[in-house]
């Protein structure tokens, strides 16, 4: 078959996907960031049939399907549970490389909750090492009020 | 179950860029090969499924674009939004409610045309994770620390799904990445997220798969050669990375568990000719290996070292090349079922395992295989 398109440019067509948004909480994360923001306080929620919290808190429980019926207040440090460190830049980064992640578990909690890990050297990140919240000087009801995670020492 | 086969299969050789060919173009030569090679014209499909994704597409109801390379005129069509073995249920589903007599079922994306960070990173809860930053690697690579941890797999071992990987695509003429390997080659290359090197990662990829399935009444009515579905199964885990233990994948062991059942396999190990499984990372493949049974908590990666999932091996995993040669989203787990397909009909060409007589194919849904979908595929009905 001849290919009638042979001889044909490639046009390409630039544009990008930019739709403003702007997300609800809800009544649950709501709190959780109003604690962080106003009292320095980790919140989460409590399965009393399962004997579970999760952080960050969440209106349901994921394991047996019913409400979360309780508010508990978590320990600000805990253990890194998995971690990884970002070497090359990424257009979705909010800073520049090398950036540490972690997922934390947070004493009293039976959930893990992600963030930033700072104030270590990269190659000095290990799994199980305990980590507390650093919390930031400006709160504005987002997870960046805790502005990272830093080792214990 | 009632019965159902699999009666066409089409794909588009994956690239980095298909520069010239349009999300329908790719549809179009995708959805052609599986006509012809089923032995049916468009008029013979009763319904259509396409799979495909609207951010990775750049559009809304990004499935409805593609219809009319699909041949949707006037036909029932239906839409799913994930992985194309996902997809390829719902066909299924649709093919054993007895309406339909064929479903043909479509899946596409083209990587290189946005940016894979931004687009992955919208996958994260936009409350409580998202202006972190992380994307689908970063995540995986947190994964793979996980799972590194546990096991005591190494990096090394990590590597050699690579080398075997990209050896495997050396022979298949649709991969992207076919090369010849080192364990060094892929630890010297350039680190992205601990511990996932460049060459642990699979590529940003173009490509489009169809396939068409049959009921059993349908099935032996063209031309073509029918595989049967044996057993297929999907299952989820939590949405929240960290209410998930990373370094497990307890939902594709249910989705396995319950394709086995329904397949009547009690030792997947030894039943199964081989299985492609999606290694969109080295440490998944090894991770979804034992998820699925084949391998013992923690063994996959001694028996990987042993040569068991080579083409000659006794249990070949990715003799395609699977996603590390080549990954376009959505597409991937369908290409999965199209080389399982492949594979038992013995025209696999270079990369044809012996006798195969049973095959797996997995697709994966969601950060870090929060939900798998699981296809046994055989000869015999
Ligand atoms: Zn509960």
Redesign the interface.
Known sequence: MSDIFQNVEPMVHESRISVPYHWWAGDTASRFFIDLRDSQKIMGTRCSKCSKTYVPPRKTCPTCFTPNDEWREVASQGTLISYTVVRRHQASLPKKPPIIYGLIQLEGADTAVLHIIDELKPEDVKIGMKVQAKFSSQRKGTMFDIEYFRPVH | MDRAAIIGVGMTKIEANK??ETFADMAWEAVNKALADAGMNIGDIDNVITTSND?WD??TISCMAVGDASGVKYKNVSCVEGDGTFGAFYGLSRTLSGSYGTTLVTAHSKGSES?S??I??ASFD????R?????M??SA??????YL?RTKTTAEQMALVSVKNHGNALLNPYAQLPMKLTVDDVLQS???????HKLDCSPVSDGCCAIIIANEERATRYAGNPVWIKGVSFCSD??????RD??RAPSLSEAAKKAYQMAGISNPAMEISLAEVYDAFTHQELMWIEALGLAGDGEAAKELEKGSYTIKGSLPVNPSGGLLSGHPVIAAGLIRIAEAVKQIRGNAGDYQVDGVRLALAQGVNGLCGQSHCVWILGKDK
């Open positions: 520069v010239r951010f750049g559009r940016v960070s931004l992955t990173n936009p409350i409580y994770d202006a972190f930053g992380m994307d690697v970063s690579a947190m994964q793979a620390n996980a941890h350039e680190m992205i997220a601990d511990p996932l939590s949405f929240f990375l960290g209410d990373l370094s």
